[in-house]
């Protein structure tokens, strides 16, 4: 019973390992393309009014569909897997601007500081995961490609 149980455990997580990163990779990028869309429907996405309030100093004819195509390309960089470097830097710039509620308009974001967290806040607060899932997807673009591309050729290890 313990060997068969053994064998079952080594399967799965054997499968988990060869599959893990790829799985987040297409979950990550239905999320940002589907969020991204959302952004082009005035009205439709629920951060549009929290993106009003804190970048109000843009012209929000431009930014919010610029936001939302900016968004689909990181979801479909993720979902083909191709060019991780930079869809992983656009991702990661995007969350910059996506944590700039946290400073520019707090009211929003906090009801108690540094603790008490409004929807809003929360949902700011998510995308600490996704950054996380950037770092380990990230972390996995070595392995897949025959070289690094960002050493000089005789640095490279054959």
Not at 74 to 102: D, F, N, S
Not at 124 to 151: C, T
């Amino acid at each position: 019973m313990m060997r068969t149980l053994a064998r079952i455990d080594r399967t799965l997580t054997c499968w988990m390992q060869r599959n893990a990163t790829t799985l987040l990779r297409w979950s990550m990028g239905i999320v940002f393309v589907w969020f991204g869309a959302l952004k082009l429907v005035p009205g439709l996405s629920p951060a549009d009014a929290i993106i009003r309030a804190s970048m109000s100093f843009l012209p929000m004819d431009f930014f919010i569909p610029f936001l939302a195509l900016w968004e689909i390309t990181i979801g479909i960089g993720l979902i083909i897997g191709y060019g991780m470097r930079a869809t992983i830097l656009l991702l990661l710039l995007q969350m910059v601007g996506t944590l700039a509620p946290l400073i520019l308009t707090p009211q929003l974001v906090w009801t108690v500081f540094p603790f008490g967290l409004t929807l809003e806040g929360q949902y700011i607060i998510k995308n600490v995961v996704l950054m996380s899932a950037a770092v380990a997807i990230g972390s996995s673009v070595r392995a897949s490609e025959p070289f690094d591309i960002w050493q000089a050729p005789h640095d490279r290890a054959v």
